[in-house]
């Protein structure tokens, strides 16, 4: 093809003499280009074009209905050609790859004929001429071509980074699009291109190395990932593109100063000052690739930084006589120090000196939440520990909160299905305000409420990977396969709570804060139960799915309230209180009766019964008096807001008890049977008649409030033999041993897990001793129980039988548990103690939960012997009698 002239006006004109001379040989090399393409048989084809007659024909025959080229080429070839423009790949494509389209192929649904990969087509078609032998001379010609305009415009400070316009094709851009890669592996293999890149511009075949001295057989794309892709060695000092290509740094610096800043995979224009270090785990398992020694003969391992070797023997030669040892230690400890990696460093440097490399973080959290230590006394004592014996035995604190974060909910992946409602499905949610989610349409609430809870499904699903370990090993010992277990899992959930009396705390030389951990009135117990009894429900109609032992696992969630004292089950039945004429909170009885009859009563009262009848109390359908709209509604004054399991709690039972047996031992003390209203000093003296007793005798030290501990110490028959040196009366010392003996037959049936396994004989004669007992009550003691009884006494005559014939025990869901957590949130509380009375609880929140944990709990047990050693060295917490089963009953 003739050369074409350029008019003045033509902007090629400007160009100098060179430029307009390859101008002239690249219209050339296309018009041969098209017409070797026309040679093939049959029409080129429009690669944006809409499909002819004959192509819809032969598609929709095999099922395809597209109605355009780039449809059909994104299907059979996989590649978008929708925003090729001409300056890029020309815009027809020759017919032997129409006929692979036709025929489809590959993962398309059209039919099962295997079609090569597409290329871009601003070089010849791999489909149309696998052999290419006289073009390959051609493209070389172009390439030389190509590389003296770019050094020309480099003189000339032409801008080659964009590239100018050569007839409709840009000369300095022929490296593809970001879809297909360069453009010359059109007509040159990639390793070949590469090998050019090698010899022409990088010059790197003598430093870098090739991944073909890789010891061990990996997966090619597994090596492919480690391979520079402009040099195909394994990556040196690699870096990474803003198209997260990887690249050696020396070798796109010297791409990019011939060929232009772009990238040489998918030409994204990028400039060295673009790239950035790839990710510390990909350079870590870089630099754990197995190499060999590329010497012939030499089956050992080739040592990479050669140079740096070099150096550093010249340097330890001279300056440290030869300890080549010494130095490479001190340079690694060096960078791990300027990397941060302080940890990494100090487990380093310890096993250098022989010392160990101390104990395991999450041991020393156990060490720090066992020992009841806060964040700044640890702190203290591990600078102090490390600076006294100059080792590092204990984790600094960034080790330990590390640890603790896969401990607290929020850390473990998990689903619900279906979503929950009304509730985010955000699984890394940590520790949230227990307002939130509160409905307006409750009752107001005191202003200076502040709460502090985990949200309740994450919450649930810390504890069940905490117990990962556990069902695993359940499942073992019951032979049953991880197949057969994935779904179907069960969980009970025994939900209690506890109001608490006065925790506040001194901050530091100031006044006292007033503070309740829970006050007991119903508004506040409302707004901050309320949320979570909204999160239950919508537990309750999904199932979570959660990986446990490396498989998902399904599992449904029943929730039963049991556990709360009676003052708890009052607030949140919305019921009167304890003084109420209405008793129990199981039955409807009143007090007068239930002294009348104290054995034969039946449960009736219901959650729904109770919410159907605060209805009616707030609209008095009926228009009755204040007295008559009592007695139908049963003492029901307020609106129930958390469905309680109508049940006895066990612990409470033992200490309503207790209190009872208490007074009546004071009662005999002084023959109250013999006696009208004895004055207040002479009960004083009585009382501490008993206390002085039970002090000598029992070693049992007075209480304000009666507690889970003295409750138990109390009802014993030595307790009764020690009172009975005080009773004056020999029929009354009797009366009090024959009592007792009662109270000790029916005991155990409350108390049991199992009731009908562990004591069916004593569950059998409940109700005989059960009547026995009330009618010594309803004889002997007529003075104190004449007309009234009292709650939990009345609880254990009535209602035992029947809710173990229900439930089978009650002792199961006893709340020792809940006083336990009592007394460690007041221990908490003084140990957390700040400013911000928010944070503090969180504090208390998180070392609470960190407290429980079962996976702290085996560390403490491997290593209950340092930590006892390490107790004794600290500073004890000063420790209080056994006060931590307290409960807010009345004063004796």
């Known amino acids: ?64 209905k597209f109605p355009s080229w780039p449809e059909v080429i994104l299907k059979v070839f996989k590649v978008d050609v929708t925003e090729d423009i001409e300056s ?118 003598k430093d870098h190395l090739s991944s073909k001295l890789i010891s061990e057989k990996l997966p090619v794309d597994f090596v492919f990932s480690f391979t520079c892709l402009v040099c195909d060695h394994l990556l040196c000092d690699p870096v990474q593109s803003p198209c997260g290509h ?14 232009g800043p772009h990238c040489p995979a998918c030409n994204l224009r990028c400039g060295p000052d673009d790239l950035v270090s790839p990710a510390k785990a990909f350079l870590s398992a870089l630099q754990c690739l197995p190499l060999l020694c590329p010497r012939s003969g030499c089956g050992k391992q080739k040592h990479r930084l050669k140079e740096l070797k070099n150096q550093v023997k010249v340097f330890a030669d001279k300056e440290e006589g030869g300890d080549l040892k010494s130095v490479c230690q001190t340079l690694f400890l060096l960078t791990l120090r300027s990397a941060n990696e302080h940890r990494q460093a100090d487990e380093l440097e310890a096993m250098l000196q022989g010392r160990g490399a101390g104990l395991h973080p999450a041991v020393c959290l156990a060490i720090r939440v066992n020992t009841f230590l806060s964040c700044s006394q640890y702190h203290k004592m591990y600078r102090t520990v490390k600076a006294a014996s100059g080792r590092q035995i204990f984790q600094p604190l960034h080790a330990l ?25 955000s699984c890394n949610v940590g520790i949230i305000n227990g307002l939130s989610g509160l409905t307006s349409s409750v009752d107001d609430f005191p202003a200076d409420t502040i709460t502090r809870r985990f949200r309740y499904d994450v919450a649930l699903v810390s504890a069940l990977k905490d117990l990962e370990e556990d069902i695993m090993d359940g499942l073992r010992e019951n032979g049953m396969e991880d197949s057969a277990c994935t779904s179907g899992f069960s969980v ?146 307020a609106k129930p807001f958390m469905e309680t399991h109508p049940t006895l709690d066990a612990l409470h039972c033992d200490i309503g008890n207790a209190t009872e047996f208490y007074k009546i031992f004071q009662d005999e003390i002084g023959e109250v049977y013999e006696k009208v209203n004895p004055s207040r000093e002479e009960r004083r003296s009585w009382r501490a008649a008993l206390d002085k007793q039970l002090r000598n005798k029992m070693k049992l030290k007075p209480v304000m409030r009666m507690n889970g501990n003295y409750a138990r110490r109390l009802m014993t028959m030595e307790a009764v033999e020690v009172v009975c040196e005080l009773v004056p009366s020999e029929e009354r010392r009797e009366v009090l041993r024959e009592l007792m003996r009662l109270y000790m037959q029916m005991k155990p049936v409350w108390r049991a897990t199992c009731p009908a396994k562990e004591c069916p004989d ?38 035992v039988p029947e809710i173990i014939e229900r439930d089978g025990s009650i002792g199961a ?80």
């Open 492 to 637: 009970m959930i025994k939900e209690s709570c506890d109001g608490m009396g006065d925790v506040s705390e001194k901050h530091g030389g100031g006044p006292v804060v007033p503070e309740k951990a829970m006050s007991q009135d119903h508004e506040t117990l409302t707004a901050i139960l309320w949320p979570i009894v909204a999160e239950r429900d919508a537990m309750k109609e999904s199932r979570l799915i959660l990986p446990i032992g490396g498989l998902p696992r399904s599992f449904r969630f029943h929730f039963r309230g049991t556990g709360y004292d009676e003052k708890m089950v009052r607030e949140m039945e919305g019921l009167e209180a304890s003084g109420s004429a209405y008793i129990c909170t199981l039955c409807d009885s009143g007090r007068a009766e239930a002294s009348q009859n104290m054995v034969l009563h039946s449960i009736t009262r219901s959650h729904e019964e109770n919410l159907d009848r605060y209805e009616i109390w707030r609209t008095n359908p009926f228009s009755e008096s204040v007295e008559e709209l009592r007695e139908r509604v049963k003492g029901v004054s």
């Open 401 to 425: 909160r590390t640890a603790e974060k896969e401990l607290l909910p929020g850390f473990h992946q998990f689903e619900w299905q279906p979503a929950l409602k009304n509730v985010s499905s």
């Open 88 to 205: 890029v790949h020309p815009l027809s494509f020759c017919h032997r790859c129409w006929l692979a389209a036709i025929r489809g192929g590959g993962v398309c649904s059209f039919s099962k004929i295997r079609v090569p990969e597409w290329k871009p087509h601003s070089s010849l078609c791999h489909l149309c001429f696998p052999r290419k032998p006289s073009f390959q001379r051609t493209g070389r010609k172009r390439r030389k071509a190509i590389l003296r305009a770019q050094s020309l415009a480099k003189r000339t400070r032409w801008d080659h980074s964009d590239s100018f316009a050569v007839g409709e094709r840009r000369v300095l851009r022929p490296f593809g699009d970001r879809h297909h890669g360069p453009v010359l592996r059109g007509w040159r293999k990639t390793t070949a291109q590469r090998d050019q890149w090698v010899r022409n511009i990088t010059h790197c075949q």
């Open 813 to 892: 869901w006893a709340s020792e548990g809940n006083e336990s957590a009592n007394k460690l949130f007041r221990r908490f509380r003084k140990m957390n103690a700040r400013q911000s009375k928010a944070f503090e609880l969180e504090d208390v929140l998180k070392h609470h939960w960190l407290y429980t944990s079962k996976y702290l709990q085996k560390f403490m047990e491997a290593h209950k012997d340092p930590v006892k050693a390490l107790q004794a060295c600290i500073e004890p917490v000063e420790n209080q009698d056994d006060e931590d089963m307290s409960l807010e009953v009345n004063d004796f």
């Open 246 to 259: 990887l690249f050696c740094r020396s070798c796109f610096i010297k791409y990019s100063y011939v060929l």
């Open 762 to 799: 004593q569950l059998c004669r409940y109700s005989f001793n059960s009547q026995r007992f009330a009618d010594l009550l309803s004889s002997a003691f007529k003075y104190r129980y004449n007309g009234k009884i009292t709650n939990y006494l009345h609880k254990t005559l009535a209602h």
């Open 1 to 64: 093809m003739a050369e074409e002239s350029l008019g003045t006006d033509d902007p090629r004109s400007s160009m100098p003499a060179e430029l307009q001379h390859l101008h002239s040989k690249y219209s050339q090399w296309k018009f041969k280009l098209f017409r070797v393409l026309r040679k093939v048989k049959g029409p080129l084809h429009d690669v944006h074009g809409g499909l002819d007659e004959t192509s819809k024909l032969a598609l929709r025959k095999m099922g395809c």
